[in-house]
């Protein structure tokens, strides 16, 4: 589990999205949420995260009540976001996660360890292993931009 500790002043605040992509063995890039993606990152000085991610322009429910929605529409609901809280910390080689609930519960009670590229106030990580469907040796490229401190 990641610890609580190691959370250094430059992670604490909140971030927006970027971009959040899959790159593919062949150099291809799919845009996950779309070519706007929204997204917001807060994390406290403890490490406490939230995090959402959503495509921009996303579809609604027929019926005006999510507990009636067509199979498509809990589908496209469900591929069109990702939002999931717990812990993180940093050194200065990678990022470290615990996520206590996500959107996708798969990845409930995971732990996760990454690169990262810090410039100026936009962070940049990779996920190894994408679960949204992308080929073997597909990376995962998450881009965040700084909106305070």
């Known amino acids: ?11 604490v605040g909140a971030w927006t999205l970027v971009r959040c992509d899959n790159v593919y063995p062949d150099g291809r890039l799919v845009e996950l949420y779309g070519p706007n993606p929204q997204g917001l990152w807060i994390i406290d000085a403890q490490g406490h995260y939230m995090m959402q991610i959503v495509r921009a322009e996303r579809g609604r429910f027929a019926a005006n009540d999510k ?8 589908r496209a ?8 809280y717990g812990w993180v910390s940093a ?26 590229i810090l410039q100026g106030n936009q962070l940049t990580y990779s996920v190894a292993k994408p679960t949204s469907g992308a080929p073997e040796g597909a990376r995962g490229v998450v881009v965040w931009r700084r909106l305070t401190n």
């Open 67 to 74: 507990s009636k929605g067509t199979s498509d529409e809990y």
């Open 1 to 11: 589990m990641a610890t609580r500790e190691g959370v250094p002043a430059w992670l």
């Open 77 to 84: 609901a469900s591929l069109d976001t990702n939002a999931h």
């Open 91 to 116: 050194d200065g080689a990678q990022l470290h996660t615990h996520i206590a609930h996500a959107s996708y519960p798969n990845w409930d009670g995971k732990d996760g360890n990454t690169s990262y």
